[in-house]
């Protein structure tokens, strides 16, 4: 699976970015898809995710100002962010996981969740400050 993220930048408090994610090459019929990002000096932190059934689950750092989407038809996945933070900033990732459902993150610290997707794109920087 082949992963490209576009829509990061430079954006002020409380502003809002698109990022997209275009996949391609799939292996298998279905998968799990979301969201992974890097501060720096920091570890890997799951944002958001969505399974095949269009079921989301939000790290609660990002409930209510955090979108996912996809579009099955272009095999595209959104990340709408919105009233963005300063810690917000990051290296923003598109990940991948094989299977139809992400309940395998459902629960589980964020922090922890990089370890579940086997395919990763190569990040888009989002920088939120004055």
């Known amino acids: 699976v082949r992963l490209v993220e576009s829509g990061g930048g430079s954006v002020q408090p409380g502003g809002s970015q698109l990022l997209s994610c275009v996949a391609s090459?799939?292996?298998?019929?279905?998968?799990?898809m979301g969201w992974l990002r890097q501060a720096p000096g920091a570890e890997h932190e799951g944002v958001a995710v969505?399974?095949?059934?269009?079921?989301?689950i939000y790290a609660d750092s990002v409930k209510g100002r955090f979108t996912v989407s996809k579009d099955k038809d272009k095999n595209i996945l959104y990340l709408q962010m919105n009233s963005l933070k300063p810690d917000d900033t990051a290296t923003y990732y598109c990940?991948?996981?094989?299977?139809?459902?992400?309940?395998?993150?459902?629960?589980?610290?964020?922090?922890?969740?990089?370890?579940?997707?086997?395919?990763r794109g190569q990040g888009t920087q989002v920088t939120v400050s004055l």
């Open positions: 990940a991948a996981s094989r299977g139809p459902s992400c309940s395998a993150v459902a629960g589980l610290n964020p922090i922890f969740w990089s370890a579940r997707f086997g395919y």
């Open positions: 969505i399974g095949d059934d269009d079921s989301t």
């Open positions: 090459g799939y292996a298998y019929d279905s998968y799990c």
